[in-house]
């Protein structure tokens, strides 16, 4: 049974960083596409990142050049470093997996992490 559990998330204040991980096990993920998607309150979960077995990436635009998003095919641990935070990455950040790869494409993930918080204050 796949299992991923993120975790890093916390209250950083405008213009801090903070490293998300999520850790994956059930299964091997090497082949996997892997990605973090973010939601607030209100609005659908939105990829932001994302990465292939391969190492090849892609991002929305409002996190390229602050977000890097990488993976430790060893550990089978995903990342997400975030630099320069503004308040509106205000968000839960939930990772996700799957053999095929969907790139920022939610509906079509189906394995999802349970979330952590990311509060960035003004």
């Known amino acids: 049974q796949v299992h991923l559990a993120e975790s890093g998330g916390g209250s950083v204040q405008s213009g801090g960083s903070l490293r998300l991980s999520c850790a994956a096990s059930?299964?091997?993920?090497?082949?996997?596409?892997m990605a973090w998607f973010r939601q607030v309150p209100g609005a659908e979960r939105q990829g932001i990142a994302s990465?292939?077995?391969?190492?090849?990436?892609s991002y929305v635009d409002s996190v390229k050049g602050r977000f890097v998003i990488s993976r430790d095919f060893g550990k089978d641990t995903l990342y997400l470093q975030m630099n320069d935070l503004k308040p509106e990455d205000t968000a839960m950040y939930y990772c996700?997996?799957?053999?095929?790869?969907?790139?920022?494409?939610?509906?079509?993930?189906?394995?999802w992490g349970q979330g952590t918080r990311v509060t960035v204050s003004s």
């Open positions: 059930g299964d091997t993920f090497n082949g996997f596409c």
């Open positions: 996700a997996a799957d053999p095929l790869c969907p790139w920022l494409s939610q509906a079509e993930y189906n394995y």
């Open positions: 990465i292939d077995g391969d190492g090849d990436t």
